[in-house]
């Protein structure tokens, strides 16, 4: 058995968060209303108004942070604490002065803040006065919020990402974040796809700031990626296959980083007549504002098939799986089926540590930029014993299993800089509350019961701080 390579010494290992997801204090020190202060969450669940309290316990949540050795800490932006409106004349100062006050705090323990600029939420004005991300209007404000932060925090922050899973805002749409289509869901293909080349053009034009800055920092997207399997070796289903990994994957991190659409996809864009407006000088704007690193969000894998019947999918496309997967005849639409060879964990994900290998070869060969995992985890029920304690076994089986990947890849060549997994505390998730857990360090709420908010330790956090020790050569 050869040796296998180490992490680079200064590999960034740490964990995620976003603003909405912990922060609470919604409406307070000036913050606007964001599309996440409206979405209606299921009976029972709790909404992000309070969340895990962050915004009053930053300082003891990143002190945590620091006895567990973070190298990074990959946080979120919230755009309406520093701008209200979304587009307001000037600056909210003391929106300004609470990143301040967290980035001062992570750089106290030597720790590098991640800082994604909108990671979900969205300012409700903007989406009132012209539609959001509907309207190209939103490039001018998205610039000029990332303008605000790059100056105002150049200095301190040497890592930003751009969007949060722009992919899941366009795969899942209205059903899965409340930013993108708040209020009527989209129901023209044409509109999403618009949509989803605004977002570039935006992003692109961004990072060209960025870079004319000469802020000496990086900046990449963080979308959400997913080895996709063929579910037999059926040469349709291995077609299709590629066909929704150019909808899922490629379309968004080709855009960005080499400036064009996916070639088979695009022809398919065209067939369905839902190829998206595109300006003169568009092109050129992809062309000149590129990434310096990828960082990706890994959670699971996804397994396809070919539909029989094509004609007849074709009429039942809906917002979660069938969007498109075609190219040229027969078969063109994609059905996702379970892989019986991938376990699950207690809440029903799939485990799939070699998945998040196979997606770093892949990212690595197809775009030869440095990587950074910014999420990976398992939300899991957890129990607060009487004496304080938290027996999380599972959590740390699940990120073993990843780390271990992560070094096999590097040693295969990949260029990978860090690790970030979902995540540092207890936050409230997407659709499911806050007892659906992620955290190294538990938040003492329930769905309903705000309780103490303390913060304990779990076992993870013990378990993690020794692998930040050991460099990742510890993961017992
Ligand atoms: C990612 C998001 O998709 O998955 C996070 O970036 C989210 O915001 C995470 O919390 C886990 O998903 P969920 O639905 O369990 O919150």
């Not at 009053?56 to 945590?64: F, G, N, T, W």
Request: hydrophobic share 35%; glycine share 8%.
């Amino acid at each position: 058995m050869p040796l296998l390579k180490e992490f680079p010494h200064d590999f960034l290992w740490g964990a995620s968060t976003s603003a909405h997801q912990v922060e609470g204090a919604w409406n307070e020190d000036g913050r606007g209303l964001s599309t996440v202060d409206l979405k209606k969450m299921p009976e029972g669940i709790t909404d992000y108004k309070i969340a895990s309290d962050h915004y009053h316990h930053y300082k003891e949540d990143i002190a945590l942070m620091g006895e567990m050795g973070f190298k990074a800490y990959r946080c979120s932006i919230s755009w309406t604490r520093i701008y209200p409106n979304g587009n307001d004349e000037k600056p909210n100062e003391k929106g300004l002065a609470f990143y301040d006050h967290v980035f001062d705090e992570c750089l106290k323990y030597g720790i590098e803040p991640i800082v994604t600029i909108n990671h979900f939420d969205f300012p409700i004005h903007l989406i009132e006065e012209y539609g959001g991300w509907q309207s190209r209007r939103v490039i001018d404000d998205y610039v000029r919020y990332c303008q605000t932060l790059f100056e105002h925090y150049g200095k301190k922050v040497h890592y930003w990402l751009t969007m949060n899973e722009q992919s899941m805002m366009i795969v899942y749409g209205q059903s899965r974040v409340a930013s993108l289509f708040y209020g009527e869901p989209i129901k023209s293909r044409k509109k999403v796809m618009d949509v989803n080349h605004i977002m570039c053009i935006a992003q692109a034009k961004v990072m060209k700031m960025y870079h004319d800055m000469n802020l000496g920092g990086k900046i990449g997207p963080a979308p959400n990626i997913v080895p996709v399997y063929a579910a037999s070796n059926k040469p349709e289903d291995v077609l299709v296959t590629m066909n929704y990994n150019e909808f899922r994957n490629t379309l968004y991190l080709d855009l960005l980083v080499k400036g064009k659409y996916p070639k088979a996809l695009w022809s398919y864009l065209e067939d369905c007549h839902w190829t998206p407006d595109i300006y003169e000088g568009d092109m050129e704007i992809l062309a000149n504002g590129k990434p310096d690193i990828i960082a990706f969000n890994y959670y699971f894998s996804e397994c396809t098939q070919a539909y029989q019947d094509e004609e007849e999918k074709v009429e039942e496309f809906n917002d979660n799986v069938t969007f498109m997967a075609q190219s040229g005849n027969k078969p063109r639409i994609a059905q996702q089926v379970a892989n019986k060879n991938i376990q699950l964990t207690t809440s029903g994900m799939g485990i799939d540590p070699i998945g998040l290998r196979i997606v770093l070869r892949e990212l690595s060969d197809r775009y030869e930029l440095p990587l950074i995992i910014t999420e990976n985890g398992c939300g899991v029920k957890d129990v607060l014993e009487a004496d304080g304690t938290i027996h999380d076994t599972y959590r740390i089986d699940y990120l073993k299993k990843h780390i271990e990947q992560l070094r096999l890849a590097i040693h295969e060549g990949v260029d990978l800089i860090g690790y970030c997994p979902w995540s540092a505390i207890d936050l409230v998730s997407t659709g499911e509350g806050i007892e659906k857990r992620y955290g190294f360090i538990y938040v003492n709420r329930s769905e309903t019961d705000l309780k103490d908010m303390k913060r304990y330790r779990k076992d993870s956090f013990y378990w993690y701080k020794n692998v930040i020790a050991t460099h990742g050569k510890c993961l017992d």
